[in-house]
Nanobody, 118 residues
Framework: QVQLVESGGGLVQPGGSLRLSCVAS????????MSWYRQAPGKERELVAR????????NYADSVKGRFFISKDNAKNTVDLQMNSLKSEDTAVYYC???????????WGQGTQVTVSS
């Protein structure tokens, strides 16, 4: 059974930092492109950052470029999202997402709440 378990969310003041972590189990982690998505109240879920399988190529939403950084550890089956200089508009539920074109499978985590407020 595949599981993606996020952690690290919480309440932070504007300008602060948080580090989200996602631990994956039940899949061949190195064969999956890993991503973080977020969904704010009343808005559609959007891609925040993505890191590919082998090369580790990263992509970011324009709104987070230079502030957020995604990293992946294939040995530990984890993908992290370092979030710096947080803004109120970063408030959302953040989801971990795994996708494999080889296995034609994709999976979502349960989400973790990030609230940026003074």
């Amino acid at each position: 059974q595949v599981q993606l378990v996020e952690s690290g969310g919480g309440l932070v003041q504007p300008g602060g930092s948080l580090r989200l972590s996602c631990v994956a189990s039940g899949l061949i982690f190195s064969r999956y492109t890993m991503s973080w998505y977020r969904q704010a109240p009343g808005k559609e879920r959007e891609l925040v950052a993505r890191i590919t399988t082998t090369e580790g190529t990263t992509n970011y939403a324009d709104s987070v470029k230079g502030r957020f950084f995604i990293s992946k550890d294939n040995a530990k089956n984890t993908v992290d999202l370092q979030m710096n200089s947080l803004k109120s508009e970063d408030t959302a539920v953040y989801y971990c997402y795994a996708a494999s074109s080889i296995f034609r499978r994709n999976y979502w985590g349960q989400g973790t709440q990030v609230t940026v407020s003074s």
